[in-house]
């Protein structure tokens, strides 16, 4: 049975042309990886399916799926159509459902990204946003809101891209023979990630129909089940990651264990970084779960001692645009803890905000001596910045100030003396976005900075203990 229609390219007096969006899915290119695999003697080709023109691989399920549902009857004009998705294949719907005149409801987990959605609700979609953190069986999941749309909504159909066989079925009608082709049946290794296994089952299994001896290898995010699952046969306690698209926390009927040889395990951080790689050093930009399967493609290659002979190819299934909020932001990167702080890029303000309390302690110039022991002793303080009725920076009191006034024998001390001529003037002033090296370079010989704002307004005040604090708890 063949569920994916064929390419019907019209042309008339030389004119060529689709006859529409839906025709220019698949006929992906094949490109060839060459700086990320150096020192690798395997032909490594990247099936990249960002070509397709909702940018994914999923593109190529979404039309057969709503066709398989007309053909028997399920979707009549007018109908909805309900998914469980995390956005690819949302697109992959929307855009057959744009073209045949359904609507769509499609519900995503919240740890998706943000331009997913926006993508979604671009195509006319209605989205329901559900939270990630509970199990497949809570009402609040997003399977089972998805459920409860079908049943509440007439003549809607749930695309049920995790059981419905036709996911599968449109890798073995399309991705697979593409690949058969465009490698002249020389391919030895199919690598791909795994969400609903509609990829990977599909394509390896027409692969395998062809040549029995081609591997297929599966990569899969920590924290999923998959990877002990195929080994073992055990479930294990799903734990979360930030791959989008690949990973599960059960096993969807449209995986078929059977059609992969082996699974490779990989981590959030390597599969980020090697995303990043791709698009600096190959000028392909691809989403997370592709930097996931180059990695695990790699992994696979070093452990298995691959030669020359070997033609491997990788499914990269969609693009970095919509993730640049997350593995092209550096900052969410470094929030994560999956980009090492490079020391000139610390600023005062990062130090300063990552202070145990935010609370910034001043004092004025007319305030009792005792009552700024008090507030030091207080809170631990060794010195205060002062400031005056506009809260402008006027000087700084410490702690080696105060002795030596109370030292000098030249009056009597009385209770109610001021911290006025104790002050020194001499403070280094930085501004929020001071980098690491300018407060290294005040601070070497005096006992603080004071940071502030553009109106001088005091916002906080490093000592080197600060600073030190800030760099240990960088340490990994
Ligand atoms: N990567 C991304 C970004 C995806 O959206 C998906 C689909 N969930 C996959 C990989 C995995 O594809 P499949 O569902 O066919 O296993």
């Given at each position: 049975?063949?569920?994916?229609?064929?390419?019907?390219?019209?042309?008339?007096?030389?004119?060529?042309?689709?006859?529409?969006?839906?025709?220019?899915?698949?006929?992906?290119?094949?490109v060839?990886?060459?700086?990320?695999?150096?020192?690798l003697?395997?032909?490594?080709?990247?099936?990249?399916?960002?070509?397709?023109?909702?940018?994914s691989?999923?593109?190529?399920?979404?039309?057969?799926?709503?066709?398989?549902?007309?053909?028997?009857?399920?979707?009549?004009?007018?109908?909805?159509?309900?998914?469980?998705?995390?956005?690819?294949?949302g697109?992959?719907?929307?855009?057959?459902?744009?073209?045949?005149?359904?609507?769509?409801?499609?519900?995503?987990?919240?740890k998706?990204s943000?331009?997913?959605?926006?993508?979604?609700?671009?195509?006319?979609?209605?989205?329901?946003v559900?939270?990630?953190?509970?199990?497949?069986?809570?009402?609040?999941?997003?399977?089972?809101?998805?459920?409860?749309?079908?049943?509440?909504?007439?003549?809607?159909?749930?695309?049920?891209?995790?059981?419905?066989?036709?996911?599968?079925?449109?890798?073995y009608?399309?991705?697979?023979?593409?690949?058969?082709?465009?490698?002249?049946?020389?391919?030895?290794?199919?690598?791909?990630?795994?969400?609903?296994?509609?990829?990977?089952?599909?394509?390896?299994?027409?692969?395998?129909?062809?040549?029995?001896?081609i591997?297929?290898?599966?990569?899969?995010?920590?924290?999923?089940?998959?990877?002990?699952?195929?080994?073992s046969?055990?479930?294990?306690?799903?734990?979360?990651?930030?791959?989008?698209?690949?990973?599960?926390?059960?096993?969807?009927?449209?995986?078929?264990?059977?059609?992969?040889?082996?699974?490779?395990?990989?981590?959030?951080?390597?599969?980020?970084?090697?995303?990043?790689?791709?698009?600096?050093?190959?000028?392909?930009?691809?989403?997370?779960?592709?930097?996931?399967?180059?990695?695990?493609?790699?992994?696979?290659?070093?452990?298995?001692?691959?030669?020359?002979?070997?033609?491997?190819?990788?499914?990269?299934?969609?693009?970095?645009?919509?993730?640049?909020?997350?593995?092209?932001?550096?900052?969410?990167?470094?929030?994560?803890?999956?980009?090492?702080?490079?020391?000139?890029?610390?600023?005062?303000?990062?130090?300063?905000?990552?202070?145990?309390?935010?609370?910034?302690?001043?004092?004025?110039?007319?305030?009792?001596?005792?009552?700024?022991?008090?507030?030091?002793?207080?809170?631990?303080?060794?010195?205060?910045?002062?400031?005056?009725?506009?809260?402008r920076?006027?000087?700084?009191?410490?702690?080696?100030?105060?002795?030596?006034?109370?030292?000098?024998?030249?009056?009597?001390?009385?209770?109610?003396?001021?911290?006025?001529?104790?002050?020194?003037?001499?403070?280094?002033?930085?501004?929020?976005?001071?980098?690491?090296?300018?407060?290294?370079?005040?601070?070497?010989?005096?006992?603080?900075?004071?940071?502030?704002?553009?109106?001088?307004?005091?916002?906080?005040?490093?000592?080197?203990?600060?600073?030190?604090?800030?760099?240990?708890?960088?340490?990994?």
């Amino acid at each position: 049975m063949s569920n994916t229609p064929t390419i019907d390219r019209t042309s008339a007096n030389s004119i060529s042309f689709h006859k529409d969006i839906l025709t220019t899915i698949g006929n992906t290119p094949l490109v060839r990886l060459n700086s990320v695999t150096s020192g690798l003697d395997p032909l490594v080709l990247a099936k990249v399916e960002s070509f397709n023109p909702g940018g994914s691989v999923k593109d190529r399920i979404g039309w057969p799926i709503i066709e398989d549902a007309e053909r028997d009857g399920r979707l009549r004009p007018g109908g909805t159509i309900v998914e469980a998705t995390s956005g690819n294949t949302g697109v992959g719907l929307a855009i057959a459902a744009a073209i045949k005149g359904y609507r769509c409801i499609f519900v995503m987990p919240d740890k998706m990204s943000q331009e997913k959605i926006l993508l979604l609700r671009a195509y006319g979609a209605r989205v329901v946003v559900t939270p990630t953190a509970v199990e497949p069986e809570d009402p609040r999941s997003y399977y089972s809101v998805a459920r409860r749309l079908v049943e509440e909504t007439p003549n809607s159909i749930l695309a049920n891209q995790y059981y419905n066989p036709v996911n599968p079925q449109a890798h073995y009608d399309s991705t697979g023979p593409e690949i058969w082709e465009q490698t002249a049946g020389q391919i030895t290794h199919l690598i791909a990630g795994m969400g609903t296994g509609g990829t990977i089952t599909g394509t390896g299994r027409y692969l395998k129909e062809q040549n029995p001896h081609i591997q297929v290898v599966g990569v899969d995010p920590i924290g999923s089940i998959l990877y002990e699952l195929h080994r073992s046969g055990q479930y294990t306690m799903a734990e979360g990651y930030k791959v989008e698209g690949i990973g599960e926390d059960f096993l969807p009927g449209t995986t078929d264990m059977s059609v992969i040889d082996e699974i490779i395990q990989v981590n959030d951080r390597e599969s980020l970084l090697m995303t990043r790689r791709l698009v600096r050093e190959e000028g392909i930009f691809s989403g997370g779960s592709g930097g996931a399967v180059v990695m695990g493609a790699l992994r696979y290659i070093h452990n298995q001692h691959l030669g020359p002979e070997a033609v491997v190819v990788i499914i990269l299934p969609d693009s970095g645009s919509r993730y640049l909020s997350k593995v092209f932001d550096d900052d969410w990167m470094r929030e994560n803890g999956f980009l090492d702080q490079v020391w000139s890029d610390i600023r005062a303000g990062d130090i300063q905000s990552k202070k145990d309390s935010g609370q910034i302690y001043t004092a004025r110039a007319g305030d009792r001596l005792l009552d700024v022991v008090t507030l030091m002793k207080e809170h631990n303080i060794s010195q205060l910045p002062v400031v005056n009725t506009e809260e402008r920076l006027v000087g700084l009191v410490s702690e080696i100030d105060l002795l030596n006034h109370l030292l000098k024998t030249d009056h009597v001390h009385q209770a109610d003396e001021t911290i006025e001529g104790m002050l020194n003037t001499d403070v280094p002033v930085v501004g929020q976005n001071a980098r690491l090296e300018t407060l290294m370079s005040l601070i070497k010989d005096r006992p603080a900075v004071v940071i502030v704002n553009n109106e001088d307004r005091v916002k906080g005040i490093l000592t080197k203990i600060d600073i030190l604090d800030y760099l240990s708890s960088q340490l990994k």
